[in-house]
Structures are given as structure tokens and as C-alpha cells.
């Protein structure tokens, strides 16, 4: 139960409604609880539903706004699970990406993994690509299985690497960052401020996608995703689906996470404010990321069941 004088709240953010459930101070000396369920779309009479629900709840214990603001100090914790990221997904309104990738790899995530749902199907609808761009990188690494094969890189004059998962590659060739800065520049001044670094062997040499996520950041891009932080795996697919989830998603996420907390006073701290992930476990707001996000709605509901 919350501690004298806080308040917890679970909040479920849906489509269509939102759910909040408070733990508050206790009455009469019995820990006591409140709900509210709102329209999570209701701009005439407020402008966010999770807040206005938390308002309700403090305005009925006699706690005041602070100059139209919401006391944060007076709140111990808020869980949140929401389907912001999942409705942006199904409607296509995410922000502009772009992808880069190794050469040759440029329709990749396009070809996908050939799965076939319904085998005898004649008319195959994909779903659209969220990326508008591709920008192809000249970057290669081979994988070195011996000694023997280590040594014979090193006297062709090529870089011999450790990766992360104790498998050595050579570096058969960097990006050459100089070409690919006005290649970047070119995606940005079209609009597309969202990108996904994705490159082959990135799963356990994250060099290459760091040097070209510095760049981007350095050239101004708002959102830069690359695949070694988001999903070091090695299936290239599956990798490059999460990681351009996570780049088309993720700024839709921080625009509404910042619109929540400036409704409250003194800001509201990021160990005070966790998001449900995909995975059912909770997340500090700022490692709350589009890729995390996809399934925050229905994983609530299974854990909550569970």
C-alpha cells in the first residue's frame, strides 16, 4: 500500500477508453483505492486522459493544482500500459524513416523471410514498408572461422576483429563517412528525420553502425536506431523489422510522453513514471522505445490476468 499521503497508479491507455486505478492514502485506517474510466479521446473537455483521471482522483482528496499543473510530489508512482504505439502502427502514423543498410541488402526487409500464412493464396497482400528511403553503405565484414584464415586476411592488409559473441571478422570495408554525409543530408532535407542503421553483421560488431549513427545524429536526424542496441540478433530480418519499428515509432512515443509530463509540476521523474513493454515487464519512461512499445495494451492485460 502506498506509503502516508501518496498515491500509485495503474493506467491502461486504449483506443477507445482509459482505465485508471488508484492505491490512495488510507481511510479511516484502511488502505483505501479509486477508479475512473474516460474517453482516451476527449478534447473538449480535457486534453490527455491518464492525467485527467489522476486529477480527478487528487482534486476529490482536496489536493490542489499548482498553477493549472498536477503535484507530482504528492504521487509515489504511475504504471502505465498503452496501445499509442500500436494504434500509430495499424494507421500508418509514425515518422518518416529512412534505411540504411550494407550494400546489396536494400530490399531485404522487402523480400522478408518468404513466410506464406496462406500457403495457396494466388493474391498475396503485403503490408506497406514504413521506410521511404534506402540508402545502400559500402561496408562489409567476413566472418574468419581459423587461425589460418585470420592470418591470411592480415597479409591481404585487412583488419581482423573480435566481435562481441567471441567470432572474428575481417573488415573487408568500412564506410567511407565522407560519401555518405551528403547522401544523408539529401534524406533529411526531404522531411525524413527518422532513421534505422542496419548492417549484416552488426549482431556482434556494432562499429560500423555506431560510426554511421554518430554521423547522423551530428547531421541532425531526430531519431537514430540502430539495430546492435535495439536487437543484437543475428537473423538480419527479424533485426531489421525491430529496429525500424523501433525508428518509425519511437518519436511518436516521445511526443506523447513529453505532452503527459508537462502537465504535471516539477516535471515527473522518470523512476516515478514506467510503461508496460511488449514483453510484460515495466520500463523507466526514457527507455521506453517504439520497439518496446508495439504490444505495452495487450501484454497489461495478460499480466494483470496472469
Known sequence: MPATGQFRFSIDRG????DVYAEVPSIHGKPGFRTIKLLSEDPANYPDAPREGIRRILAEFGIPLQDGLLDSSRIEWIRMGTTVATNALLERKGARTALV????????????????????????????????????????????????ESFRQEKLGRKVIMGSTGERFAVLAAPDLKALEPRLQAVLAQGI?????????????????EQVGE??????????????QVMPAVRLVSRGDTTLVDAYLTPHIRT?????????????????????????GLARADNFTGSRAVLSGPAGGVTGYG
Request: glycine share 8%; hydrophobic share 35%.
Open 15 to 18: 483506443g477507445t477508453f482509459t
Open 101 to 148: 543498410t550494407t550494400k546489396g541488402f536494400g530490399d531485404i526487409l522487402q523480400i522478408g523471410n518468404q513466410d506464406r500464412p496462406a500457403l495457396f493464396d494466388l493474391k498475396i497482400e503485403k503490408p506497406d514498408l514504413l521506410y521511404e528511403k534506402v540508402i545502400e553503405v559500402e561496408e562489409r565484414l567476413q566472418l574468419v572461422k581459423d587461425d589460418h
Open 193 to 209: 528525420s527518422s532513421v534505422a542503421v542496419v548492417f549484416v553483421h552488426a549482431y556482434s560488431c556494432p562499429q560500423h553502425e
Open 215 to 228: 554521423l547522423a545524429r551530428r547531421l541532425g536526424f531526430e531519431q537514430v536506431s540502430l539495430s546492435s
Open 256 to 280: 506523447y510522453l513529453d505532452s503527459f509530463r508537462s502537465g504535471f509540476a516539477g516535471g515527473l521523474t522518470d523512476d516515478k513514471l514506467l510503461f508496460m513493454q511488449s514483453d510484460g
